[in-house]
């Protein structure tokens, strides 16, 4: 939820209680209260009314000011009521039924102040009329008409106006039969007149009487009670609607509350996994080559105990695979995991930030990975995935043993993503370094070469000459000293020296500068029979040479006269180790490895070989001699050369092959020579591979200073399968890269003026072709530090000018292909064993 989402809400429920507080508290029920004061004071007003008019009536109210006070009172009252009262269609209806009274009772009041006035004068005069006549029937008839019309201002009744109309007619007869009718005349007058206003006041007063005041002022306060307890119903209701907001909002702020301590929780958790990170990172920074594993140990390590997890874990995927692992006590890793972990993020299919995240694995669809993982024992998962550089899927993973993933949130979820580009970064890194080392020890090796070639090339004729000399010289004094024991035997002696410093300059000149090998189809069989009986010749008689019995149909590629030499050497070496009797064994055994397989000086691939042993019975090796047996001129005989294994090791390497040797002091040796093996139905391809070169059309860009040389290394390189452009000027050569980058698939660059100039013109070829292997021929590579080396793109080093088989094996190894598997190589070596 947002934060302005949030706010709105509040904002909404503040309103809510705003507006339910205020009709809560029933803003009408000061508006019922007045109006029911005010329609109490309006029936106080009528009821003055009345009793004035009834006062009136007998002649005790002075004047008539007060009926119309009262009746303008009614009318205030009236427009108080509508004021206060009129709150709906009934009410107002029931207020002008009040109104209409009012104005009926005006008019009644108005025609009762009118009639009761004459009614009062007349009547004064009734009281002060005296008649005296000399009749006394006149005078009784006065009385009895007098009687009548007070009577009458009694009982206004049918009965009595009759009998006062009837004394009035008998005054009147009687006053015309005395003629004395002057005298009663304005008594009759206003006697007719008191009979007609008498009944008229009474009848006014009768009206008022049944008008439905009292009704309707009930009807209205029956109304205003109904609207009174509608309105205290309403405001009931909408205090509880108050308490239910209120309510609302307490549990939303308490929520809110909840989830912004959660927040921050999250925030101080991102906080620190960020903090670790970035130790992480700097770890790795600081980190040697050496020790870049044991930094991703311990970052994993960090990982599993902030994260809670029960196993965490990188796995890195290509030709082989790699774990580093890290668990808790008794959470140990089912056979075959982490290995399938990216399999199984490729099959679930990671978000586009490359996680996988499996919160519970029991709410996951029903199928196959559900299947798999709880067959793994876990609740929840979640792994980060990405493809480094080399193209290799590596794998960031979170185990939760039958629980839910502690790893939830989507801001730590990416964090992890981070975490694993950290850890491709090292893992690269490292890559990186290795080859730097490897670029080194090229390039001591081609230093080595050149110290040694150079040491060869100028002593090599010359000492052949000398040897020739001494060989000549030997041969003619052999064949004029006849049959002097002595003389031939110092002759014979100095035959043998010369012939040992001619095989030492052999094999100086063999070590230091490799050959072309020429690799075809060779039965392994055939050729240690072959080896074997040339053995047998020179080996001593004390000294039993075995041969066990071996599968028919081992093939290998390679050249035979290396391999033979191979086997004469540590047939040799074995003789000179058992100094009385003793036994050599020659095995060879078809051998299968599903995995890397590292041996004690070696490591080899995956794949099919032939392991050839030869087992000795001799004195053995101490573990300190052992280590250092193939390195040249080291050696541990008086008359030793110390380049025997040296080129027993060169030659298996390249063979594309590893040495395993094993030995303990006073029991023997064992060389185990893993050369790979092929099929037989590939041997018609083999013998096609050979005879058409080492190449499959690539083109190389050669440059070279020289023309003429250049011509010939155009035509090696046709010869071993390539296709060679040759460039004499460095312009030429970036011209024709920017033209057709595309066209090259390796560059050679030779001597094109000073080692400073080639190293230029590498690096100007790799900016424009960043992908292409680039291999740099020079005279001095002694001169160069690996660093510069990387920094120019050059991928490997030879001797200029180029020997054929030389670069033959570097462009094999540059190819795309090759330099995957020495990488991965070079990485397995340093990697963790894989958990059972």
Not at 252 to 281: K, P, Q, T
Request: hydrophobic residues 45%; charged residues 20%.
């Amino acid at each position: 939820m947002t934060a302005a989402r949030s706010v709105a809400i509040i904002v909404g429920l503040a309103a809510l209680l705003t507006w339910f507080s205020l009709r809560a508290i029933n803003p009408d029920a000061e508006l019922f209260d007045r109006a029911f004061n005010e329609l109490e004071h309006f029936g106080v007003i009528e009821n003055t009314l009345y009793r004035d008019v009834f006062t009136a009536r007998t002649g005790m109210l002075g004047d008539y000011d007060p009926l119309g006070n009262e009746i303008n009172a009614l009318r205030k009252s009236l427009d108080r009521l509508r004021a206060t009262a009129a709150i709906d269609r009934a009410t107002s209806e029931a207020i002008d039924r009040l109104a209409e009274l009012v104005d009926q009772q005006e008019q009644l009041v108005e025609a009762f102040k009118s009639q009761n006035a004459v009614l009062h004068n007349s009547l004064s005069f009734f009281a002060r009329f005296r008649a005296h006549s000399d009749l006394r029937e006149l005078d009784l008839a006065v009385s009895s008409a007098a009687a009548a019309i007070l009577h009458l201002t009694l009982d206004t009744t049918s009965t009595s106006v009759g009998e006062a109309e009837m004394s009035l007619d008998n005054l009147e007869w009687e006053a015309l039969r005395t003629n004395q009718a002057y005298l009663v005349e304005p008594f009759l007058a206003h006697g007719r007149l008191l009979r007609k206003l008498l009944p008229s006041v009474d009848g006014i007063l009768k009206t008022m009487m049944t008008l439905p005041r009292t009704m309707n002022q009930d009807a209205l306060r029956a109304t205003i009670i109904d609207r009174q307890i509608a309105s205290r119903n309403v405001a009931r209701l909408f205090r509880r609607l108050l308490y239910a907001t209120s309510l609302a909002l307490v549990a939303f702020l308490v929520h809110l509350g909840i989830r912004l301590g959660a927040r921050a929780n999250i925030l101080h958790r991102r906080a620190a996994l960020e903090h670790m990170i970035a130790d992480i990172s700097m770890n790795f920074i600081n980190a040697t080559p050496q020790s870049v594993d044991l930094e991703i140990r311990r970052a994993i390590a960090s990982f599993g105990t902030f994260a809670g997890s029960d196993r965490v874990y990188l796995v890195v995927s290509g030709v082989s695979t790699r774990s580093y692992v890290w668990q808790q006590p008794d959470k140990d890793f089912p056979p075959g995991w982490p290995e399938q972990a990216p399999d199984l993020a490729a099959r679930i299919g990671p978000d586009r930030n490359g996680i996988v995240h499996v919160p519970r694995v029991g709410r996951m669809p029903v199928g196959e990975n559900q299947r798999f993982l709880t067959d793994l024992g876990l609740g929840g998962w979640a792994c980060a995935v990405n493809t480094d550089s080399q193209g290799r899927v590596i794998a960031f993973g979170f185990d939760a043993v039958g629980r839910k993933c502690r790893i939830a949130h989507p801001s730590e979820l990416l964090l992890l993503r981070m975490a694993l580009d950290t850890f491709i970064h090292a893992i690269e890194r490292q890559v990186v370094d290795e080859e730097r080392s490897r670029l080194q020890r090229r390039l001591q090796h081609a230093r080595r070469m050149e110290r040694i070639g150079t040491f060869t090339s100028g002593i090599a004729h010359n000492f052949n000459n000398i040897l020739g000399g001494v060989l000549g010289h030997a041969e003619v004094m052999e064949g004029h000293v006849g049959r002097n024991v002595n003389l031939v035997r110092h002759l014979a002696g100095i035959r043998l020296s010369a012939e040992r410093a001619r095989d030492l300059i052999s094999q100086i000149l063999a070590f230091g500068r490799r050959r072309e090998i020429r690799r075809n189809p060779l039965s392994i069989n055939a050729l240690v029979d072959e080896t074997v009986s040339l053995l047998c010749v020179s080996l001593p008689v004390r000294i039993e040479l075995v041969v066990k019995p071996s599968p028919v149909g081992l093939i290998v590629l390679g050249e035979a006269a290396q391999l033979q030499q191979v086997i004469m050497n540590l047939c040799n070496n074995a003789a000179h180790a058992i100094s009385d009797k003793g036994r050599i064994e020659v095995s060879i055994e078809p051998q299968e490895t599903f995995e890397p397989m590292p041996l004690s000086h070696d490591k080899i691939e995956a794949g099919h070989y032939v392991r050839l042993s030869v087992v000795d019975t001799g004195s053995g090796m101490e573990d300190m001699i052992l280590e250092r047996i193939f390195e040249p001129f080291f050696t541990t005989r008086q008359n030793g050369n110390g380049l025997g294994l040296a080129t027993v090791r060169d030659i298996v390497h390249d063979h594309v092959g590893g040495i395993g040797v094993s030995s303990l002091p006073g029991r023997g040796t064992r060389f185990d020579i893993w050369l790979p093996r092929v099929e037989a139905a590939v041997l018609p391809a083999a013998k096609r591979l050979v005879a058409d070169g080492i190449g499959h059309g690539e083109v190389v860009m050669l440059v070279g200073g020289d023309s003429g040389r250049l011509l010939g290394d155009e035509e090696m390189l046709a010869a071993l399968g390539y296709e060679a452009v040759g460039f004499t000027t460095a312009d030429s050569a970036r011209a024709a890269c920017d033209a057709a980058p595309d066209r090259f698939d390796f560059v050679i660059v030779g001597q094109v003026g000073s080692p400073k100039q080639s190293l230029e013109l590498a690096s100007q070829l790799h900016r424009s072709i960043p992908s292409i292997p680039i291999v740099l021929a020079t005279r001095v590579p002694f001169e160069i530090a690996a660093d510069t080396l990387l920094s120019a793109g050059i991928s490997d080093v030879v001797q200029w000018p180029i020997v054929a088989e030389e670069v033959a094996i570097v462009l094999s190894q540059s190819s795309p292909a090759a330099a995957t598997r020495g990488l991965d190589a070079a990485r397995a070596s340093s990697s963790l064993t894989h958990p059972a």
